[in-house]
């Protein structure tokens, strides 16, 4: 089609506050988080209640702490659609909906950010990512965005560089709309930039995607992919 909307309304359903690293708020991993995450047999010293932390996952658990310093947008993009499609109850942290909810002060949702944003680094839990390139991704996006759709997928993104692949971010992508020639605008939810909703280019014909964004210090901050960099779901 030329146009598709998921049902996710912007000023509704997403968080309404900024994406942030591990200095802003500490990541709140504790040790109830771990055993939800791998069960208290894998994480726990055997007898210990409360948990005391097994030298290993405690090591995991301080990693992950610095894989987040630069942000936890996973961690918002998938609580925002858990919470959209209602697999998270938003009033268990404070507002009617995610648009009303506020982090300051709120141990609770932090907690959950944090969980979910620590999830990226669990094999079992990136095992079923789906890669699209720009050539094969919109009848995917057909898919997975129809109101009726029965799974919903954030999307990552990585920036290719001369010294790799750096600076990998998630999306929550919720409508396109067909552009001039044969361009795609992906509308898309980025928690760095709360408040406005941001597009990407997709050229299905020449297999290249485009997402540029103007940061806070005025420049611009760009990535793009081809069939050597392509768009991941999960």
């Known amino acids: 089609p030329a146009q598709l909307e998921s049902g996710f309304v912007f000023e509704r359903d997403a968080l309404p506050f900024a ?9 709140m991993l504790d040790e109830q988080s771990m055993i939800r995450m791998f069960g208290a047999e894998e994480v726990c010293e055997e007898g210990s209640d409360p948990c005391q932390l097994l030298p290993v996952a405690d090591a995991w658990r301080k990693g992950i702490f ?3 310093e630069e942000g936890h947008s996973e961690g918002f993009s ?7 499609t209602g697999a998270v109850d938003v009033t268990e942290f404070g507002a009617d909906n995610p648009g009303l909810l506020r982090i300051s ?7 959950e950010i ?13 095992a079923s990512d789906v890669r699209k390139t720009a050539s094969e ?5 057909t898919e997975i965005l129809s109101p009726e759709a029965k799974e919903h997928y954030r999307l990552a993104i990585v920036r290719r560089t001369s010294r790799g692949f750096q600076d990998s971010h ?3 992508p919720f409508g396109f709309y067909k552009g001039e020639g044969d361009l795609y605008w992906l ?4 928690s760095n930039f709360p408040g406005r909703e941001q597009r990407m280019q997709i050229d299905p014909v020449a297999n290249t995607w485009r997402y540029e964004v103007t940061t806070v210090l005025d420049t611009k901050l760009v990535y793009e992919g081809d069939a050597n960099n392509p768009l991941y779901f999960s």
């Open 78 to 84: 998938l609580l925002t659609l858990l919470m959209h």
């Open 187 to 190: 509308r898309v939810y980025d």
């Open 170 to 172: 998630a999306l929550v």
């Open 137 to 141: 991704v919109m009848p995917f996006l």
């Open 66 to 68: 610095r894989a987040l």
């Open 19 to 27: 994406n942030y690293g591990t200095e802003q708020f500490a990541l």
């Open 114 to 126: 944090s969980y979910w944003a620590a999830t990226q680094f669990v094999p079992a839990a990136t």
């Open 105 to 111: 002060g709120n141990r609770l949702l932090q907690q």
